[in-house]
């Protein structure tokens, strides 16, 4: 009993000690490992992976993902310097590269290493669908997610000891069923909804950063119907999903078009 009350001590200053305010959306948020951790490795991924893949340079597509990455990340500097957040970006160092495959996919890594498949091109179409794509992709940089997964997966571990420690003297079936338990109730109960979550708030955050570079909201809703489209009816049901349902997805972002290009008139961009 005495070790479960100083795990639950160390569990609860743990907590106390590592919470960071996301300045887009006010919210305190895990921060158990700082990015002065997270920055360098994530930079050294990046470079590795770049050297064991096919980059595209130098074509009108290569150079359309650096010229809309480069007005999404400036848009993203005018919102934090407007809303007092003055270099809070000065540690990212930001890279956008096409990549040849035919995933229907793109990502950004922590800092601001952004890649983009070369197999999502015929569903982005145009700059403004890539804008969608890449506000996205930056907002999960922006708003330190993967800072946020870390510490939720080195929370899950603790976890984890705690239950391993509170059945510790019971029967060897009675432990299994009970970290067999613990796994299923963390995957869907707290895993898969935070990874959800994630993608609701970088949905948020890049709507808003894609109209303050000059790009229609109203098309990030025809991009997401083309997604649906391409993907044939083939994702998992949301509650065992680590993404929002596309017509989840559509809803919420139809709901948030006002707001964002409200935020976007703020700064002179003005939709119809």
Same mark, same amino acid.
């Given at each position: 009993?005495?070790?479960?009350?100083?795990?639950?001590?160390?569990?609860?200053?743990? =907590? +106390?000690?590592?919470?960071?305010?996301? !300045?887009?959306?006010? $919210?305190?948020?895990?921060?158990?490992?700082?990015?002065?951790? #997270?920055?360098?490795?994530?930079? @050294?991924?990046?470079?590795?992976?770049?050297?064991?893949?096919?980059?595209?340079?130098?074509?009108?597509? +290569? $150079?359309?993902?650096?010229?809309?990455?480069?007005?999404?990340?400036?848009?993203?500097?005018?919102?934090?310097?407007?809303?007092?957040?003055?270099?809070?970006?000065?540690? /990212?160092?930001?890279? /956008?590269?096409?990549?040849?495959?035919?995933?229907?996919?793109?990502?950004?890594?922590?800092?601001?290493?952004?890649?983009?498949?070369?197999?999502?091109?015929?569903?982005?179409?145009?700059?403004?669908?890539?804008?969608?794509?890449?506000?996205?992709?930056?907002?999960? +940089?922006? +708003?330190?997610?993967?800072? @946020?997964?870390?510490?939720?997966?080195?929370?899950?571990?603790? &976890?984890?000891?705690?239950?391993?420690?509170?059945? &510790?003297?019971?029967?060897?079936?009675?432990? @299994?069923?009970?970290?067999?338990?613990?796994?299923?109730?963390?995957?869907?109960?707290?895993?898969?909804?935070?990874?959800?979550?994630?993608?609701?708030?970088?949905?948020?955050? &890049?709507?808003? =950063?894609?109209? #303050?570079?000059?790009?229609?909201?109203?098309?990030?809703?025809?991009?997401?119907?083309?997604?649906?489209?391409?993907? &044939?009816?083939?994702? !998992?049901?949301?509650?065992?999903?680590?993404? !929002?349902?596309?017509?989840?997805? #559509?809803?919420?972002?139809?709901? =948030?078009?006002?707001?964002?290009?409200?935020?976007?008139?703020?700064?002179?961009?003005?939709?119809?």
């Amino acid at each position: 009993m005495k070790k479960l009350n100083l795990f639950t001590l160390l569990f609860v200053i743990a =907590l +106390a000690q590592s919470c960071a305010t996301n !300045p887009f959306t006010g $919210k305190e948020t895990l921060a158990l490992v700082p990015n002065s951790q #997270i920055l360098p490795s994530a930079f @050294q991924q990046y470079t590795q992976f770049l050297t064991e893949n096919k980059v595209i340079a130098g074509t009108t597509d +290569a $150079k359309r993902v650096e010229t809309v990455g480069t007005k999404i990340k400036n848009a993203a500097e005018k919102w934090l310097n407007a809303n007092g957040y003055q270099g809070y970006l000065n540690d /990212y160092k930001w890279e /956008y590269k096409l990549v040849e495959s035919k995933e229907v996919n793109a990502w950004c890594m922590p800092g601001g290493k952004i890649v983009v498949y070369s197999g999502i091109l015929p569903v982005t179409k145009d700059e403004a669908g890539l804008a969608t794509v890449l506000g996205h992709e930056v907002s999960h +940089a922006l +708003a330190n997610h993967g800072a @946020q997964r870390m510490s939720t997966q080195l929370l899950e571990q603790l &976890g984890q000891a705690g239950v391993a420690m509170a059945v &510790g003297n019971k029967s060897a079936e009675t432990q @299994q069923l009970a970290m067999q338990a613990y796994g299923v109730t963390t995957q869907y109960g707290v895993t898969l909804p935070f990874s959800r979550s994630n993608e609701t708030e970088a949905d948020k955050i &890049g709507l808003t =950063l894609m109209a #303050i570079a000059g790009y229609n909201p109203d098309q990030a809703i025809v991009f997401w119907e083309r997604m649906s489209a391409n993907s &044939g009816g083939q994702a !998992p049901p949301e509650f065992a999903s680590t993404h !929002p349902s596309d017509a989840t997805r #559509i809803a919420a972002l139809k709901a =948030l078009l006002p707001q964002a290009k409200a935020e976007a008139a703020k700064f002179g961009v003005v939709f119809k």
